[in-house]
């Protein structure tokens, strides 16, 4: 089967080409979708719901595949993949978007959200559909942008210490997202920050290539990262919320009504996800735990704050406003 030739499967499509009716009217679609996660991951479980209820409200008509654990390929490969339309859904990070829409880098900025609810405030309001909609208007990013997911705070995990303090992060070499925006901010904090993909990272720790990584307590739990990077410091240096994103060639071939209806599911899943996610986060602390992870706290956080000025001035800088915006979100 040809790539553009996705969303035309089964004896219907053909039929419904042969008598010249619009082909994705009858047409049954399966959407593909894909997540770095593994099946049970609060994102792939609400896409999942998603599809399952895309189902019921089209009697059969549209569905969707999940493709879970990389299974077809890092955050990067996601992307591309879902810009020429060989997959339809993509649920990736905000991460890698930065340097595509530059708005999404002010998400990016370490310690922009004071917490959760505040994050989710601003993701579920006005300015949250206002990046949604910068994505999806983009001239070459080829993505709509459906959704927003909760994804906790990172924090810095490694295999030689606890951080404590900032100077803890002296030397350590440690993964972080494709976006220089990050690397950066590890630079900045005093650590020697190393970009790579998510699915390249196992090995990297294991070969010693990184000595760790940051991220949240789900991904580092399901991730089983800590069979190579037992000291997980609670740094809370970035809240970064989730995408899921539609590939725009497969999105121009639906009806307005199938478009509508896919935005509609998408926002439940932004909060479905979000109860899931907390269970999990509890679960995975809980698992970490006995699995001997060191967890630590870290008492005094403000001289990580000032530490990453540097990288507001740089990429904050020309967002000025909508800062000055996401800051008066009470
Ligand atoms: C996880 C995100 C995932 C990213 C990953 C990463 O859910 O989308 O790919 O971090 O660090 O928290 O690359």
Redesign the pocket.
Known sequence: MKRRDFLMLGAAATAAGAIGAPAFAQAKLVLKATD??PLGYP?VEAVERMGKKLDAATNGRISIQMFPAMQLGG?KEMIEQAQVGALQLAR??V?PMGPLVGEFNVFNLPFVFRDAAHMEKVIDGPIGDELLKKLSDHPTAGLIGLCYMN?GSRHVYNSKKPIAKLEDLKGLKIRM?GNPLFVETMNSLGGNGVAMG?DQLINAMQTGVVDGAE??EP?YDSGQHYRYAKYFSKTGHLMIP?LLVFSKVSWEKLSKDDQALIGKLAKEAQQEQRKLWYERENESIKRMKDAGVEINEVADRKPFQDAVKPVWDKYGGAHKTLIERIQAVK
Request: cysteine-free.
């Open positions: 770095v996660h994102t955050e990736i990070s991460g994804a997202m998510f991220n949240n991904s989730e």
